[in-house]
């Protein structure tokens, strides 16, 4: 199993920046992959951005250029820093990890952490 915690979400006035982080625990070496989702009141879950273990990355087109996901295996954290950031990207952003154990793959969330983009 593995739990994610999601920590760096608030409050931020647009065109200001955040960056959120999410750290691994537990069997972090069934880790695919890890991205950041995001669910905005009365909408779908989204994908955010992605990275894999070698570290490639993908991104939604709503936020290339503005978001950078990155990950420090080291440190077992995952993060995603947001700037240039815009009313459209409020909402909660949850930490995703893939993994594959065998031939059993399974997706594990976090709790997920706010952030409000408001003047």
């Known amino acids: 199993q593995v739990q994610l915690v999601e920590s760096g979400g608030g409050l931020v006035q647009p065109g200001g920046s955040l960056r959120l982080s999410c750290v691994a625990s537990g069997s972090f070496f069934s880790i695919r992959a890890m991205g950041w989702y995001r669910q905005a009141p009365g909408k779908q879950r989204e994908l955010v951005a992605t990275?894999?273990?070698?570290?490639?990355?993908n991104y939604a087109d709503s936020v290339k250029g503005r978001f950078t996901i990155s990950r420090d295996n080291a440190k077992r954290t995952m993060y995603l820093e947001m700037n240039s950031l815009k009313p459209g990207d409020t909402a909660v952003y949850y930490c995703n990890a893939d993994t594959l154990v065998g031939p059993v793959s399974y997706d594990y969330w976090g709790q997920g952490t706010q952030v409000t983009v408001s003047s």
């Open positions: 990275i894999t273990t070698s570290g490639s990355t």
